[in-house]
């Protein structure tokens, strides 16, 4: 049930990725606020590309909004009105080279949704092929490939932060019981 109210939006900032509201509205407590809230312009799409011999293929790139080096399983953000899985597919050859056989959609997130209404997917890739990765010219990426015990491990051990990255590792390995 929703119990706050909007009194008036103001949109403060729009770029071709975000928009960034400010809202009056009165509370569930019945008293004048004040809310941001960030609306995302494109879905956010994870994948976790899982080979034959049950390794994992992590990105790392460098992230510009936490200054700090990342690394997280293929990701990108699709069109609103696209199919979160022809993102997924697009993503995955474009980071990776790889092209997968088999998808399974594996949930939906919300990111931050105190703050935000970005909306995220998460696939599993298997019957991986190589190619030749086709990064976006922002992107200066690296590839590893580890044992899924070991990308566990590596969320466990606060190494992999990326929240997209953390439930699909997760949740892959649960289906695999590891």
């Known amino acids: 049930m929703n119990n706050w109210k909007t009194n008036h939006i103001d949109r403060v900032y729009d770029n071709p990725w975000i928009q960034v509201e400010h809202r009056e509205v009165i509370t569930p407590a019945d008293k004048p606020g004040v809310y941001g809230v960030v609306k995302f312009k494109n879905k956010a799409i994870g994948i976790v ?11 790392g790139q460098y992230r510009y909004p936490l200054h700090e080096y990342s690394w997280e399983i293929p990701e990108g953000g699709g069109p609103l009105g696209e199919d979160p899985l022809a993102t997924a597919k697009r993503e995955l050859k474009e980071e990776t080279g790889l092209v997968a056989e088999k998808w399974m959609h594996l949930g939906r997130i919300h990111t931050s949704n105190s703050v935000t209404d970005e909306e995220g997917f998460i696939y599993l890739a298997t019957g991986l092929q190589s190619g030749e990765a086709e990064p976006e010219e922002t992107e200066e990426l690296q590839l590893k490939r580890v044992p899924l015990t070991e990308a566990v491990e ?3 051990r606060g190494e992999i932060t990326d ?4 439930c699909g590792i997760l949740m892959v390995a649960r289906i695999m019981h590891i």
Request: proline letters at 6%; glycine letters at 6%.
């Open 49 to 59: 590309p899982v080979d034959d011999e049950g390794f994992v293929y992590l990105i």
């Open 154 to 156: 590596m969320v466990m």
């Open 163 to 166: 929240s997209i990255s953390m």
